[in-house]
């Protein structure tokens, strides 16, 4: 049974680009939520995807976007990079609108020079 | 707003002393309460939770009480080993939210 995977593994982007990351959730979950860590830093809520919607937004500008497919699968969108930007990007899955119990995968490291 | 907080890391401890993490929190409403852990190289790990006042999540000897009376959750362990070595976060989700709200992370180094 897969886990939640997220692909780029590792990301270099230049400042003012767009880029696009990509999670798949454990199988039979159907939310997803994108978390940025900070360097030394706990996990930030960026935001929670359900039934294709956005549920909850974290104090993320609108630079940051986000989509959910039919399959569950999820992509989150930064555009117009900045520095601050660097960081390691996390998803996370669960079962159902309700529950707690997050699976996290291994985040995406984005780098903006 | 809600918040986490825990002490300030690294620890060091040698194997098989004692280990405090010191967890409190602000919240409204009735929050649930975990900790995770993230390993060198993988992802982050539920570790343990708790749902109410009073509850004790424990998993992998590790144990954490809710008290709402001190808004605290601190984490323990009476005999760590060198694989206990991790980063540790304490969190919260509040009552009909759907983020989890984490503290900064505190590392625990374990000698042999």
């Known amino acids: 049974d897969a886990g939640v995977t997220q692909s780029p593994t590792h990301l270099i982007k230049t400042r003012g680009q767009q880029v696009t990351l990509r999670c798949s959730p454990k199988?039979?979950?159907?939310?997803v939520s994108w978390y940025q860590q900070a360097l030394g830093q706990g996990p930030q809520f960026i935001f929670q995807?359900?039934?294709?919607?956005?549920?909850q937004r974290g104090n993320f500008p609108d630079r940051f976007s986000g989509h959910q497919f039919p399959n569950y699968s999820s992509e989150l969108n930064v555009n117009a990079l900045l520095l601050g930007d660097s960081a390691l990007y996390l998803c996370a899955s669960s079962l159902g609108r309700d529950s707690y119990e997050q699976y996290f995968g291994p985040g995406t490291r984005l780098t903006v020079t | 707003g809600d918040s986490v907080t825990q002490m300030e890391g690294p620890v060091t401890l040698s194997e098989e002393a004692f280990l405090t993490i010191n967890c409190t929190y602000t919240a409204t409403g009735y929050p649930s309460l975990f900790w995770y852990v993230q390993y060198p190289g993988e992802g982050l790990q539920l570790l343990l939770k708790?749902?109410?006042?009073?509850d004790k999540g424990s998993n992998k000897g590790f144990e954490a009480t809710y008290r709402k009376e001190t808004t605290s959750f601190h984490l323990e362990k009476g005999s760590v080993q060198v694989s206990d070595s991790a980063v540790y976060f304490c969190a919260l989700r509040d009552t009909g939210g759907f983020k989890t709200i984490f503290g900064a992370g505190t590392r625990l180094f374990v000698k042999a």
């Open positions: 199988s039979g979950h159907d939310t």
């Open positions: 708790a749902t109410k006042a009073d």
């Open positions: 995807y359900y039934e294709e919607e956005e549920r």
